[in-house]
Every structure is written in C-alpha cells, then in structure tokens.
C-alpha cells in the first residue's frame, strides 16, 4: 500500500473529525503571572499549513502533541499555552480538552462542527501512549474518522498516537510537513546532485556513527567538527591535548577513516582549533594548530573555516547536523557561524538538521536561506540512518 498525502486529493476531509497528529512539543517559559507561555512557536507555526488546508476544506480539527516527558499530570507540561499559541497564529478560538481520552473527551470531538478545533491535552499524561497500548490506541482512534500524522520530529517513534493508532482509523495519511521531511531527506539518500557533501558535528561519534556509515556511499566529502572530530584525530594518532574523546571508540573512528579513504571519499578534519585549559564560558581562548596537554578544542580554527568553506563552494548538495564547537559561547561560536556562512552561500540544495545546528542556523540569521531545516532531530538522524520510521511505516509509505 503506497502512502496517501494530505493533498492528493483522495479524501474528502469536509465534515469529517480529522484527527491530526501534531509535533507541538516546544519549549515553555514562565509567563510572570503564575503560568507558562511557548518561548520558540516553530513548531507551531511548522503545523499551520497542515491545519489550514483541513480547515479550507471543512474537516473537524482533533490536535494532539506531547510535550516533554510528564510521568502522570504535570501542570508545568500542559499544552494550554500552547492552545494559546495556536489561536493567535489561527485567529480562531481552539477548544481545549483537559484529558486526551475518556468520554468527555469523545463528547467535545463529537459535537465540533466544521473548522472547529480541538486541542487534546497531553499525550504523555497516560503510559500508554509511548507503551504504544492498544487499547489507548483505540481510544485516540475513537475520535476520528480520518487520521493525519504530520508530526515529523516524533515519526520515529513507534507510540499509539504515531503508529499504533492509525490501524483503527477508517482513512489516514501524512501532513505537508511530513511530506516534505520525508521527500527531500530520502531524496538525499535516493537521488541527491553532485557533489554532495556532508558536514557532521556535535559531542560523540557514537550518536552519528549510523549517520556516517550511511553516508559514506552517497557523499563524496565529509567534513567533521564538534568533540567527535578529537576521537578521529586521535584514532590518527594525532595528540589532542585533554580534548574530549571516546576512547572506546578510536576502532571505530579508524574504521570509518579507512572506509572513506577506499571509497575515495574526502573526509576532512581540523587542522587547527581554538582551544581553551578549561571548558568555562569566560575561559580565554587560543588559536593553535598544535593541541598542548592542557588545552582542549572547543571551535574549529580559522584555518579549518576556510578549508570548509573551500570544500563547500559548488556543491550540488550539502547536508549539515551538528555544531563545530561550542557555539552557546561567542568565544567558541566563529568556527559554528563561519559553516552556516558557507553553506548558505554555496548555491547548492542545502539541509539543515538536528536541534543544536537549527538554534546555531537561527542564531547566524541565515535560517531563511537554506533550502530545507528539518524539525526532526532525532528522527531525522534515523531516517538518514537508512531506519524505516514507525510514523511512516504506519501509513503505507513505501521505504
């Protein structure tokens, strides 16, 4: 069964209870008057072209989210502020539910009319949810008629509200923001423009290894930064000061370094660093090409900058997860910023992904100019993996 997409026109959403599976889960701060209001609405405002389509063609709006990780009710985790959220960029009221089953939640879904939207509370109020219970399961599909999974950032999670449901609903298919996740990201394994290069970042090589591996066929440089490229140093042999390393994976590291070179694949690492004695924020940083045993690499050096950005000029396509350093820190964020620079300037299909490089991308201001930032982190990563999505999965997509 090949998967059915919001706008294919296949189902006729007009007085029909859409259940919409959303990815609402942003981040909360105090509102100053006892409560909570939403700090970044991205994820909201990523939901709107789904939702305003439904409602252009009459559908019946049943939302539901997580939000963080509650172990039973928390009225820190509620997703009342973010009903707020929602009405302000839907300028409609949004009724909201105080539970996500139960009958009254069944009679608020059964009295909307068309364009009417109902706001669930918290999914992960109830174990069952990420238990991926059936009867939970049930429960959620007994509010629908048809059932929309556009929530990308939670499509590798095999949950009831993001697979296990979507058996028991008459009609299903993916949002416009799924969509588009799945498309341009398989589209990077399938069928990307030469050259295609890849820069991966952040803290350790065993959460990009998969990435890496995967990679490895498909792209023809890599370009490595963030503590991870200190473990493939020192699998080189290359003295790295007290820089941060994996040392039960240095086998690894050289693995990967001997698999690209059979390849032909380019993989570049920093020749220099700016380092710091101490990771602190207020620590003074130095620019060095020789790592000292009392010095750890906290950004790519200007040397590396240039290098990278050489290596990205005229790239067909570039794919970027994970930071050069640390970037939260102006002192360590020049190496970070210079990447967003180039990649946003290459002139070719660029991809942005993973929770650290999207707040680095908005904190360049440069966010507006790359072809496609993801809103999945960790799903994003499997997907590139070569994983199957439980999300997909459920709705017939076709791997």
């Known amino acids: 069964m090949a998967i059915t997409w919001i706008d294919d026109g296949k189902i006729n959403f007009s007085g029909q209870r859409v259940f919409v599976r959303v990815d609402f889960n942003v981040p909360l701060e105090d509102d100053g008057k006892g409560g909570h209001k939403v700090s970044d609405d991205e994820r909201v405002r ?3 072209p789904t939702l305003q389509l439904l409602l252009d063609r009459g559908a019946r709006l049943v939302l539901a989210s997580h939000l963080g990780r509650p172990k039973g009710r928390d009225a820190s985790q509620s997703l009342l502020p973010v009903a707020e959220c929602l009405q302000q960029h839907l300028k409609r009221a949004i009724i909201f539910a105080d539970d996500c089953v139960g009958d009254g939640v069944k009679k608020q879904a059964m009295d909307l009319k068309n364009g009417q939207i109902l706001l669930l509370e918290n999914l992960r109020y109830h ?3 990420e238990k991926n219970d059936e009867g939970f399961a049930r429960q959620l599909a007994a509010l629908a008629d048809v059932y929309v999974n556009d929530a990308f950032g939670a499509a590798h999670r095999a949950h009831a509200s993001t697979a296990g449901m979507a058996a028991f609903v008459p009609q299903k298919c993916g949002g416009l923001l799924l969509k588009k996740e ?3 990201l398989y589209g990077l394994l399938r069928t990307p423009k030469k050259p295609f290069v890849a820069i991966l970042g952040g803290a350790k090589v065993s959460d990009k290894i998969g990435v890496l591996t995967k990679l490895l066929s498909k792209v023809d440089q890599i370009l490595i930064g963030g503590a991870m490229a200190y473990t493939f140093l020192a699998a080189k042999g290359v003295a790295v000061g007290k820089s941060k390393i994996e040392a039960d994976k240095l086998n690894l590291a050289k693995s990967v370094l001997d698999s690209a070179a059979s390849r032909g694949v380019q993989l570049l690492l920093p020749t220099d660093h700016v380092a710091a004695t101490e990771f602190k924020e207020t620590a003074t ?3 060095t090409t020789d790592l000292k045993e009392d010095q750890m690499g906290l950004d790519i050096g200007p040397q590396t900058r ?3 950005a050489d290596a990205l000029k005229g790239a067909g396509t570039v794919l970027w997860n994970g930071p050069m350093g640390v970037f939260e820190w102006d002192a360590f964020a020049k190496g970070t910023m210079a990447v967003a620079d180039a990649v946003a300037s290459c002139g070719g299909f660029t991809v942005v992904g993973g929770g650290d490089s999207v707040a680095a991308l908005n904190q360049s201001g440069l966010a507006a ?3 496609h930032v993801s809103t ?3 799903a994003s990563l499997e997907l590139l993996e070569g ?5 997909l999965a459920a709705l017939g997509y076709e791997f």
């Open 46 to 48: 990523a939901a709107l």
């Open 387 to 391: 994983q199957k999505l439980p999300g």
């Open 182 to 184: 799945a498309e341009t």
């Open 369 to 371: 100019k790359i072809s």
């Open 285 to 287: 940083p130095v620019t």
């Open 376 to 378: 999945g982190g960790g």
């Open 127 to 129: 174990s069952g949810e």
């Open 306 to 308: 240039v290098a990278y």
